[in-house]
T-cell receptor, first 113, second 114 residues
Framework: DAKTTQPPSMDCAEGRAANLPCNHS???????VYWYRQIHSQGPQYIIH???NNETNEMASLIITEDRKSSTLILPHATLRDTAVYYC??????????????FGTGTSLTVIP | DGGITQSPKYLFRKEGQNVTLSCEQN?????MYWYRQDPGQGLRLIYY???????QKGDIAEGYSVSREKKESFPLTVTSAQKNPTAFYLC?????????????FGPGTRLTVL
């Protein structure tokens, strides 16, 4: 399984951009990169996903390097409500595992007033 | 509203009792999943089901059981055989088996065994 490596914690000033890095050096060609976040005691919330190209939606932008070995999630204007644990996940696509997600420990982002 | 519901949000049980956690989705999703989360750790897969009347063990299935009699429902039973049942349990669902489909998560049930 392709694994991901994320820093355990990060701080970001309110109103500034939060850039969360993720390494996935063993990613295979057909695996997607997903980002979720989890606010304490709630279910994970989908943020964005991508394969090769950079992606943007109303929540965030996803920048994937050309070799696909790493990516960065960008929250353009962080707010206090963005304080959460952010998970970078590479999708496993094996028939006998039902395309499950493997969640690591993520990055705990704290947005500071 | 479409979504995944889990009930109850908090559940307390005495040691040695079986307990069933509810998970319902009205998204018409084919696949459903149960995860367990312990403090400071990521999610670990307990069981998953890709279609009705079929389910497969995940990484930590021992001490748990599931059923999938209806597409909308995927209840999880925590049996007395589960040695450390106190945890946060998350249910998820996904449409189809395509790589690009994201999983949607329920709000979770926090189980405490006394």
């Amino acid at each position: 399984d392709a694994k991901t490596t994320q820093p355990p914690s990060m701080d970001c000033a309110e109103g500034r951009a939060a850039n969360l890095p993720c390494n996935h050096s063993t990613i295979s060609g057909n695996e997607y990169v997903y980002w979720y976040r989890q606010i304490h005691s709630q279910g994970p919330q989908y943020i964005i996903h991508g394969l090769k190209n950079n992606e943007t939606n109303e929540m965030a932008s996803l920048i994937i390097t050309e070799d696909r070995k790493s990516s960065t999630l960008i929250l353009p204007h962080a707010t206090l409500r963005d304080t959460a644990v952010y998970y970078c996940i590479v999708r496993v696509a094996e028939r006998n595992t039902g395309n499950q997600f493997y969640f690591g420990t993520g990055t705990s982002l704290t947005v500071i007033p | 509203d479409g979504g995944i519901t889990q009930s109850p949000k908090y559940l307390f049980r005495k040691e040695g009792q079986n307990v069933t956690l509810s998970c319902e989705q009205n998204l018409n999703h084919d696949a459903m999943y149960w995860y367990r989360q312990d403090p400071g750790q990521g999610l670990r897969l307990i069981y998953y089901s890709q279609i009705v009347n079929d389910f497969q063990k995940g990484d930590i299935a021992e001490g748990y059981s599931v059923s999938r009699e209806k597409k909308e429902s995927f209840p999880l039973t925590v049996t007395s055989a589960q040695k450390n049942p106190t945890a946060f349990y998350l249910c998820a669902s996904r449409q189809g088996l395509a790589q690009s489909n994201e999983q949607f998560f329920g709000p979770g049930t926090r189980l405490t065994v006394l």
